[in-house]
Each structure stands twice: as structure tokens, then as C-alpha cells.
């Protein structure tokens, strides 16, 4: 891209809330279940994507390979393939895919860390309702 393409983009109001702002994709690759996962596992090391695969526990090949494509085109994960035999790619994080990490890691952790009262809630509204 030139600087002047550049520079248009850069002054552009985003709003993820319109249906027609391409922020909306991004955002839904990073929050979806296995966009998020993916960059939490490469948040502290590169990993190849059978690494990736094993900690990221549960997603199929096929779902690994769409998320880090999407996430590779959006700017957030590095991929670089290694000229040796047999083949060796690795995958990283970005400068601003370390950044969206950072901040989703955030709302890992308070999730993770407020579990108790989310089952306690999801008993409450399960026995209001009959639920099992």
C-alpha cells in the first residue's frame, strides 16, 4: 500500500456497530471461540501448528487453519515457513496481535477468576425454570 492510502484508512471512524464496518469481521475472529483461543496459545511462544493444535484443545484442523488465516490476514499472527525438510511453520503474534491479546487475556482471566458466581447464577435461573 502507499503512504496515501495509508493515511485515508488511518482517518477513517470505524464503528463496529454498523453493519457495513469492516471492524465488525475482526472483532468476530478475535472473540469468536476459536480466534480467542488461539491467540491466548501464542501469547507467551511461537508454536507450529500441531503445538497449536494440542494446546488449544478441541479444534479440529480444518477450524485451526480457517481461524489462523482470518487472523493472519487481519494483521494478528505471523506466519513464517522455515525453508528446511521436513517443512517447519511457525506461528506468532504481531505487535497488534500482542496488544488484542493482552486485552483479551484480561477478560480470560475475570471470567475464569468470577466462575463460581457464574455457576451459582446458571443454578439459580436453571431451577427457576425447572431446568436440569
Given amino acids: 500500500m502507499n503512504s496515501d492510502t495509508d493515511s485515508d484508512t488511518d482517518s477513517l471512524a470505524f464503528d463496529v456497530f454498523s453493519r457495513q464496518c469492516p471492524s465488525r469481521s475482526t472483532l468476530e475472529h478475535v472473540t469468536g471461540r476459536w480466534g480467542g483461543l488461539t491467540l491466548g496459545a501464542l501469547c507467551e511462544e ?3 501448528f500441531n503445538e497449536l493444535r494440542r494446546r488449544v484443545d478441541g479444534v479440529s484442523e480444518k477450524m485451526l487453519s480457517q481461524t489462523l488465516h482470518a487472523l493472519e490476514r487481519d494483521g ?7 525453508p528446511v ?4 511453520v511457525d506461528y506468532e503474534l504481531t505487535p497488534f496481535g500482542r496488544e488484542v491479546t493482552e486485552q ?5 482471566h475475570l471470567v475464569e477468576g468470577r466462575m463460581g458466581e457464574v455457576l451459582s447464577a446458571r443454578a439459580r435461573y436453571d431451577e427457576a ?4
Fill in 46 to 48: 511461537s508454536l507450529r
Fill in 76 to 82: 494478528l499472527v505471523l506466519r513464517e515457513a522455515h
Fill in 85 to 88: 525438510n521436513p517443512p517447519r
Fill in 104 to 108: 483479551f487475556l484480561g477478560l480470560i
Fill in 129 to 132: 425454570r425447572g431446568c436440569r
